[in-house]
């Protein structure tokens, strides 16, 4: 082991590799490498696991490409990936206006590797500078009590949650959950950077969030749109983890769009390797994050 590594920033362990395939924001007239059918879920998947990820993280849509909060649609979705690849599957809790019963279904029923697990209200929006507006912008409430809620759920189908922190507050708020005992060690924490309302995508910020992290835990960077390469490159060189997709990002350079989720994991497996570190196998993966 190197003198320099820390228990939170070690640079010698393997890389999780997550891939978000799939948000429920962006359509296919944005991008159409986005997949709406099961069937095209799992072969984005198993793009993904292919290319090196060990991870992969949903938002299920109807065959039409609605964003789908059903049971029926997870499950179709969850069937077609396991067949089709070994990949651990992260299902998401987040979703606007629908109740907490809704939103945790999936994950009672079909009881997912890893659960998303949104850490905290906030202003959420997207703005266009060339227009002086905003694309959209809505509250995205995530009060304590359904956080407690979710975190049971969660644990009672054991299921791991993955801490979605979209700015430094929102780490904070894990550590009453932490000595209420809702949390297991390694604690699991999404940094994510970006996001208008949240905290801004510097590199000084992921550094300043990582120190906020208890110990021990294992994280990952999610960074959104173009400032996503560069976050990836800073977290891989703290230790942390990394997630790609075109939930977060359509483009594998300023001016090429991805035709596949593979595509971005590819860019990303490589930049890991660059530096010296090795991508986590889904076995690595297991034993990391305790699952």
Known sequence: MSFWTKPNQDYERPCIITCALSGVVADRAQCPAIPYTPEEYAVEAKRAYEAGASVVHIHARSPDGAPSYEVQDYGNIYGAVTAACP????????????????????????????GALNMGSMNYAKYHPKKKDFVFEFVFQNPFSEIISILKIMNEAGTKPEMECFDVGHIGNSYPLIDMGLLRAPYQYSLILGVIGGIPPL????????????????????????????LVAAAIALGGNVRVGLEDNFYVSPTAMAKSNGELVEKAARMVRDQGREVATIEETRRLLEL
Request: overall charge neutral; charged content about 15%; glycine content about 8%.
């Open 203 to 230: 590199v000084s910020n992921l550094m300043q969030m990582v120190e906020q992290l208890p110990t021990p835990s294992v994280w990952e960077v999610i960074g959104i749109g173009n400032d996503q390469w560069r």
């Open 87 to 114: 990949i651990l599957i992260n299902f998401s809790t987040g979703a606007i206006g629908i109740s907490t019963e809704r939103k945790t279904a999936p994950i009672t029923a079909i009881k997912p590797a890893v």
